[in-house]
Nanobody, 124 residues
Framework: RVQLVESGGGSVQAGGSLRLSCAASGYTYNPYSMAWFRQAPGKEREWVATIYTSNTYYAASVEGRFTISRDNIKSTLYLQMNSLKPEDTAMYYC???????????????????WGQGTQVTVSS
């Protein structure tokens, strides 16, 4: 069965960096759209970034600071997060869906598979 397992979360000070990983198994890694979402306490789940083949898409709040990438050989998705801000504090989830991104690729409902999440805490 499909499994997504995130890792790499932690606590950092503002301005610091973290790299999240999401190991995928149980399905053909390609061609799947992969994404990162995040959810802060008391807030809705928020789309962060999506990747499909070499195409990447970012939320305005993270563009220029975060980079989504994938290693097809390792079946692993990454999120490099630089210049972190306290407002980036959240549980981060990876998600996947078969095929190319749909029109509403920023909506959580578009994705079929989800990981359990990894916590990122940024202190000021």
């Amino acid at each position: 069965r499909v499994q997504l397992v995130e890792s790499g979360g932690g606590s950092v000070q503002a301005g610091g960096s973290l790299r999240l990983s999401c190991a995928a198994s149980g399905y053909t890694y390609n061609p799947y759209s992969m994404a990162w979402f995040r959810q802060a306490p008391g807030k809705e789940r928020e789309w962060v970034a999506t990747i499909y083949t070499s195409n990447t898409y970012y939320a305005a709040s993270v563009e220029g600071r975060f980079t989504i990438s994938r290693d097809n050989i390792k079946s692993t998705l990454y999120l490099q997060m630089n210049s972190l801000k306290p407002e980036d504090t959240a549980m981060y989830y990876c998600a996947a869906k078969p095929g190319r991104p749909g029109l509403f690729f920023g909506r959580a409902g578009e994705y079929t598979y989800w990981g359990q999440g990894t916590q990122v805490t940024v202190s000021s």
